[in-house]
């Protein structure tokens, strides 16, 4: 697997957010199933802003997978998200995650990957993408 950050930022605010991210996976987005939580590698529960961040939140409690375009609808709706990860998934009966996206203290996005393609789509989309 391979990981990147994306750390693109004016004044130490980050420049985008997931909705941004998930217009750069194009169809791979929608064609997935996701899931939603909180970041289980630092230990620390979901956490967004917006309007539809208290539906994020809910869905990262139940642990349920949403359609991609679902989850496009509701980045749209949030404003940032702080903490959170979202786990990809080629269709409802996949066990392996394809891609994972995590927000990291509204610092940086780390997604991970094995698709060369998703690669390419990230660093022509956004200007700060580093290895992990």
Not at 22 to 49: I, K, P, R
């Amino acid at each position: 697997m391979h990981i990147v950050r994306i750390y693109d930022m004016t004044d130490s605010m980050l420049d985008f957010d997931l909705h941004h991210i998930l217009a750069a996976l194009g169809a791979q987005a929608t064609e997935c199933s996701w899931t939603v939580s909180g970041v289980t590698a630092y230990d620390v529960d979901f956490d967004a802003t917006g309007e539809q961040a208290g539906r994020l939140e809910e869905l990262a409690a139940s642990g349920r997978r949403i359609k991609g375009e679902r989850l496009q609808d509701l980045a749209n709706g949030t404003q940032q998200v702080i903490w959170g990860e979202f786990q990809a998934y080629a269709d409802a009966s996949a066990t392996v995650p394809v891609l994972i996206l995590r927000a990291i203290d509204s610092s940086f996005y780390e997604v991970t990957t094995n698709d060369p393609h998703v690669l390419q789509n990230l660093r022509a989309t956004f200007r700060d993408v580093r290895p992990a």
